[in-house]
């Protein structure tokens, strides 16, 4: 595999901008005022956009799933802290197996119903079995993923949840992997 291409270069001036913004956005947010507080959010621009075309055909590749639904197995994985305030940027890694309607939710920023009727909504395995069974795709990675979508600290999330996952995925030879933002 290639190495992982990654603009890291606005790191550290993201880092400044957000203990200045978070200052200001700490009190909004504890007060659930979130609007006015990323109002001024200081989103990050990317110089580059890293590209890595796909190397084989989708039929002949091994797929992973990442979800940002705070997914977690009760009894076996922590919660995501729902409760942070600037979110919860871990990961927890769910294997291929694991059963939808034993996952719980712990994301707050956004409705669970339509998930919680249908965990493929947010986590489509059962689909992309489907899809591995009709040669669609070559073959569903073992262990899949799922992060929280609300995290403020976009530099830790991408300093170190971001290639920790990738790590994982590149020992698994994972070949593509489909992003389901919640």
């Known amino acids: ?3 992982v291409k990654s603009d890291s270069q606005w790191l550290g001036e993201f880092r400044t901008k957000y203990a ?3 200052r200001e956005a700490a009190p909004l947010i504890a007060q659930h005022q979130y609007a006015p507080a990323f109002k001024t959010y200081p989103w990050p621009a ?21 979800t940002t639904g705070g997914l977690y197995r009760p009894g076996v994985d922590p919660a995501f802290d729902g409760a942070a305030l600037e979110g919860d940027w871990g990961f927890r890694a769910l294997p291929r197996d694991v059963d939808l309607r ?7 920023h956004f409705p669970h119903e339509v998930a919680e009727a249908d965990m493929n909504t947010i986590f489509p395995l059962e689909r992309l079995v489907e899809l591995e069974a009709a040669g669609v795709i070559g073959r569903l990675a073992p262990t899949h993923y799922s992060t929280m979508g609300y995290v403020t600290r976009a530099a830790d999330l991408a300093a170190g949840t971001a290639p920790g996952i990738a790590s994982r995925m590149k020992t698994e030879g994972v070949d593509v992997a489909l992003v389901i933002p919640v």
Not at 46 to 66: C, D, I, L, M, Y
Not at 102 to 108: D, F, K, N, V
């Open 1 to 3: 595999m290639p190495p």
């Open 20 to 22: 200045l913004w978070w």
């Open 46 to 66: 990317f110089r580059e956009a890293p590209w890595t075309p796909v190397g084989k055909p989708v039929a002949q590749s091994a797929a992973a799933v990442v």
């Open 102 to 108: 034993g996952l719980a939710i712990a994301h707050p």
